[in-house]
């Protein structure tokens, strides 16, 4: 069984910085990738920025690409998600997400690496707000 927990959330003025961090627990053996999503009410869940595991490989959305950096920390088996110059439209629940290998082709595509159908495990969200 795996279990995902995410923290770092809060509340901060545009500008500024928060990160994010994401634990995992159980059967992570098998992990391709892991991700960051978000979702704004009214909106669907969207692919904040993916890595791909041990191999360091990122992918980032256009709309924070420049701002966010996500990175491993292998020997705690998690991910980290730096969020700095954050903006309004960043206000969201965020969510950690993983998906075993066999989820995501050997040719796959940035689309891909931040689609919500590409991971099987996901984290319970925490909570961004940044007034502007």
């Known amino acids: 069984q795996v279990q995902l927990v995410e923290s770092g959330g809060g509340s901060v003025q545009a500008g500024g910085s928060l990160r994010l961090s994401c634990g995992a627990s159980g059967y992570t053996f098998n992990f391709g990738y892991m991700g960051w999503f978000r979702q704004a009410p009214g909106k669907e869940r969207e692919g904040v920025a993916a890595?791909?595991?041990?191999?360091?490989?990122?992918y980032y959305a256009d709309s924070v690409k420049g701002r966010f950096t996500i990175s491993q920390d292998s020997a705690k088996n998690a991910v980290s998600l730096q969020m700095n110059h954050l903006e309004a439209e960043d206000t969201a629940m965020y969510y950690c997400?993983?998906?075993?290998?066999?989820?995501?082709?050997?040719?796959?595509?940035?689309?891909?690496?931040?689609?919500?159908?590409?991971?099987?495990?996901w984290g319970q969200g925490t909570q961004v707000n940044v007034s502007s």
């Open positions: 997400a993983a998906g075993p290998s066999s989820n995501f082709p050997i040719f796959i595509t940035h689309i891909q690496t931040l689609g919500v159908r590409s991971y099987t495990y």
């Open positions: 890595i791909r595991i041990n191999r360091g490989t990122t």
